[in-house]
């Protein structure tokens, strides 16, 4: 395999299209489309530094349940299961990003960090985006207040049973690693 040319087909702020022009195994010249995060005209010949993006995994320790999000996603045309996530800005931390975005999505504060993953990518086949899955303790009030008005969610507090019965029913949408910890924390009561 042989990446040949990448093209910048979008100018946008916070993702842009790239067309890629490769050879396979087979020497033959193929064509892909994906998504990145980057401004840059060849993402592929930088050296990436730091996280995109954290994924905050909420264990409200008082109440002894984990934390969602039930989030309007445009792109799926409704409502998906998640956990609080967005961008890591310029000079913050991945702990840094998780504390804003746990706070701005639900009102709650991280009281302990339990675990960090290193960069791993969101969707490999449509996306060079990295995230960091940060599994944390948390308390306070669930809230809305710090919503941004581009943002319509709601904040779930689910104890073992009630992600039993979220994952298996018909029709709800996840999003990837939110089904998969959903799955381990229903199955094992474990998160991280």
């Excluded at 991280?110 to 940060?134: C, F, H, M, N, Q």
């Amino acid at each position: 395999m042989e990446i040949c040319q990448i093209e910048k087909i979008t100018d946008c702020k916070h993702v842009n299209l790239f067309s890629i022009q490769y050879r396979d195994r087979a020497k033959n010249i193929k064509n892909w489309v994906f998504a990145s995060r980057s401004q840059d005209p060849d993402p592929l010949n930088q050296e990436k530094v730091g996280v995109d993006a954290v994924v905050v995994v909420p264990f409200h320790r008082q109440a002894e349940k984990l934390v969602i999000i039930k989030e309007f996603r445009v792109a799926l045309g409704g409502w998906q299961y998640g956990f609080p996530a967005g961008l890591v800005d310029k000079g913050e931390t991945i702990v840094q990003a998780g504390e804003r975005e746990l706070l701005e999505e639900t009102g709650l504060a991280i009281t302990r960090v339990l675990k960090k993953s290193p960069a791993i990518y969101s969707s490999s086949g449509l996306t060079d985006e990295t995230i960091s899955l940060l599994f944390v303790e948390c308390e306070g009030t669930p809230s809305n207040e710090f919503n941004e008005m581009s943002e319509d969610i709601e904040v779930i507090l689910l104890s073992r049973d009630a992600a039993k019965g979220l994952i298996s029913k018909p029709g709800l949408k996840f999003d990837v690693k939110s089904w998969m910890v959903l799955s381990m924390f229903a199955d094992y009561g474990i998160i991280s």
